[in-house]
């Protein structure tokens, strides 16, 4: 590249560069918003080209809605983006330049809403994006990627660049470019080419425009009125779009949903109702379904958990890689494929094996993944005994009740467990040297008032888990002691981890702990406790009603009104926020 193209890159950045990248969420309203300025989106206020026949689902209260928001892409679903628009090959080439995300709610993707972009990191971001946009246009890949070819190579052809930069625009904006936006980057594309005499490289030029904007990073939520509520507003239909493909396939919509958000088929009940059903028969389910339980489950911690090797040299990289994936195979599996009830992921049986995880599940198998059903006599039972949950909830080199606790409260049932006081003594536990097993360690905890309350909810359960040593494998004692599993869950004693997996499985807050992640996943955003009560209960009346399938769950949310409807105001009240709150609205995190 000469002199005169980096003179170039240097006087275009201000106009490729938006600095105002952390968006306040309230701050979005349905017309006229600061933000929707900035981003040029228009159309706010149009009416749309088809509108809905029909209120809500029968028996849904009418007045369900969700927020306006603005949230950064994972860097999962940035990856797909670039498979979806580019292809594999380039996703795989450059690595996600997406900010770290704080948990919010339980979520990632919840926080993902609250995200704020630094200088540094938008430097980042330009610098993927220029890798991508090079590589989109070298020898290799210009003859597929882009549909139509320039006069000459070395001069402009806006006609060429206007082509593919709307095309593509389409895809990574998840809908059409302005006229004056797709103007604007092939005039970058032509001076870029005049300057540089190589059409390639200005197109490259304005693609990188197009990569680093706010429209292709963010998933930007933007309203029409609501014909049905006289006075209120709706997604416009490429948002609705954009909600659905990235809460049913965390990625962007296809050319086949984009097309029907384009004919305004989204907005009516028949349309939606097809585009929902293809979405959720699509092979893609299973990536949708995937990210959200990696998600639920805290599985990003994987990314840097370890465990000592002098204590446990079984446990490898590959045999924490082979944990997640385990899991995740076992969920996919029994919610799409068997379609069986949600509650049995913790009684189940089955599940699959590899040869990393066969040395600390002391059972035999063979090559590859391999399903694979424990006896019935085995204390192998639900997700609770599964590696991925026992060696992340424990310590480098030893098992962790109240770690193990605190994952099933927090995760599954959405309770809150408070961090412990900052001058807390932690002492005492280091210096119980005759105990003999975390149990007799763990007897502080119940003398102590400041700790008591807090472990209550924790250790009891953490303890019927001990049978499974730091990196889930199963023994009869420690230190030469026997262990007492036994234990209560809210009020069910049991005996032993059957008794643990029946008491999570009939729990009341299980299913409504799903279903406010989900529908948190699925918006966007944490729930409110002033607005989603009564819609989360309706929710759950019908996954109950429709016997706990994950399918039917995933398509009410879809096809509700709450999913699509926007209100205005938002509370900063969090369902769960007050202890008072009913078992079927769980404590949010």
């Not at 309203?29 to 989106?41: F, H, Q, T």
């Not at 593509?168 to 998840?174: A, I, K, P, V």
């Amino acid at each position: 590249m000469d002199g005169s193209t980096l003179l170039y890159r240097n006087a275009e950045a201000p106009k490729l560069f938006i600095t105002a990248f952390k968006f306040n969420n309230s701050a979005i309203s349905a017309c006229g918003s600061a933000l929707v300025a900035a981003l040029l989106l228009t159309g706010c206020g149009q009416e749309p080209a088809q509108i809905s026949e029909t209120g809500p689902e029968p028996g849904e209260p009418g007045d369900s809605a969700s927020v306006l928001r603005a949230r950064l892409l994972t860097g999962e679903q940035y990856a797909n983006t670039i498979t979806h628009v580019f292809g594999a090959d380039i996703s795989d080439s450059v690595f996600p330049p997406i900010p770290p995300m704080d948990r919010t709610d339980g979520l990632l993707a919840s926080g993902a809403a609250f995200v704020g972009v630094t200088s540094d990191q938008i430097s980042q971001i330009q610098l993927a994006a220029a890798s991508i946009a090079a590589k989109v246009v070298d020898e290799e890949h210009r003859d597929f990627l882009i549909p139509c070819q320039p006069e000459s190579t070395t001069e402009a052809d806006l006609a060429c660049a206007g082509l593919f930069l709307g095309e593509t625009g389409r895809l990574l904006y998840r809908r059409p470019l302005e006229e004056s936006r797709l103007v604007e980057l092939a005039e970058i594309a032509g001076h870029a080419a005049d300057q540089t005499e190589d059409f390639y490289e200005g197109l490259a030029l304005a693609l990188e425009a197009v990569l680093i904007s706010p429209e292709a990073i963010f998933i930007v939520d933007r309203s029409e009125p609501d014909p049905d509520r006289p006075g209120q507003q709706r997604l416009d239909s490429y948002s609705l779009a954009s909600r659905l493909s990235f809460f049913l396939w965390n990625g962007p919509p296809d050319d086949r949903l984009l097309r029907a958000a384009e004919n305004g088929e989204l907005q009516t009940p028949e349309g939606l109702t097809h585009a929902v059903d293809r979405l959720l028969s699509s092979p893609r389910l299973e990536a949708g379904m995937r990210a959200f339980f990696d998600d639920l489950l805290v599985f990003d911690e994987f990314n840097s958990l370890a465990k000592d090797p002098l204590v446990y040299p079984m446990v490898t990289g590959a045999t924490l890689a082979d944990a997640r994936e385990q899991t995740l195979r076992t969920i996919i599996d029994h919610l799409l494929t068997q379609e069986a009830d949600y509650r049995d992921l913790f009684t189940t049986r089955k599940t699959f094996m590899s040869m990393p995880l066969a040395v600390v599940y002391g059972t035999p198998t063979s090559d590859g993944w391999v399903p694979h059903e424990f006896e019935e006599d085995s204390p192998r039972i639900g997700l609770l005994t599964h590696v991925s949950f026992l060696a992340a909830n424990s310590h480098a080199v030893r098992s962790s009740p109240t770690l193990r606790g605190r994952a099933l409260r927090e995760r599954f049932l959405c309770q809150k467990v408070p961090e412990p006081p900052p001058d807390v003594d932690f002492s005492a536990l280091e210096e119980a040297e005759d105990a003999t097993t975390a149990r007799e360690r763990l007897e502080v905890h119940r003398t102590n008032p400041t700790c008591a309350g807090c472990h209550y909810l924790m250790d009891p359960m953490g303890l019927s888990l001990e049978n499974f040593d730091g990196a889930g494998r199963f023994r009869e004692t420690e230190n030469g002691a026997e262990l007492d599993i036994s234990g209560e869950l809210d009020g069910i004693p049991y005996d032993d981890i059957n008794g643990l997996a029946m008491a999570m499985r009939n729990h009341p807050r299980l299913s409504s702990c799903l279903i406010n992640r989900l529908y948190a996943y699925g918006t966007g955003g944490p729930v409110s406790l002033r607005f989603d009560r009564e819609i989360l209960g309706w929710f759950e009346d019908r996954f109950v009603a429709k016997e706990y399938k994950m399918r039917a769950l995933l398509r009410d949310l879809a096809l509700s009104q709450a999913f699509s409807a926007v209100r205005s105001d938002e509370s900063p009240a969090i369902i769960g926020a007050g202890s008072g709150a009913p078992a079927r609205n769980p404590e949010s995190q």
